[in-house]
């Protein structure tokens, strides 16, 4: 199977809330999301560089969890790391402001 082609992250964007469209999957990704920021600022404030290693384990934890056991799909980011990573952070800034009607059956 050929892998869809995008000419940018807007044009790929549906296809990854497509993707997403377990809510469960969503939430997981979320709280991966909102626990690398909190640990990255932990790390920053204490200067604790040698756990950096934590941020991308933690926030491809949550959401590879999410994909494998809810979705039951292969994770973007094996085909497209950077959208992929775009991505987490823009359906983590809708979802933290409310803007959730962009996920279908919300």
């Known amino acids: ?7 940018s992250f807007w044009d790929f964007y549906p296809y990854y809330l497509k993707e997403h469209s377990h809510r469960v999957c969503r939430r997981l990704h ?12 932990w790390i920053v404030l204490t200067a604790n560089w040698g756990w950096l290693w934590l941020l991308p384990l933690t ?16 994770p973007a980011t094996f085909q497209y790391p950077l959208y992929s ?3 987490d952070w823009v359906m983590f800034w809708q979802m933290l402001t409310g803007r959730t009607n962009k996920f279908r059956g919300e």
């Open 1 to 7: 199977m050929n892998k869809p082609v995008f000419d």
């Open 59 to 74: 926030g491809y934890g949550f959401a590879w969890v999410g994909h494998f056991f809810f979705e039951k799909n292969k």
């Open 85 to 87: 990573l775009m991505g």
């Open 30 to 41: 979320f709280v991966g999301s909102a626990l690398v920021l909190i640990e990255l600022a």
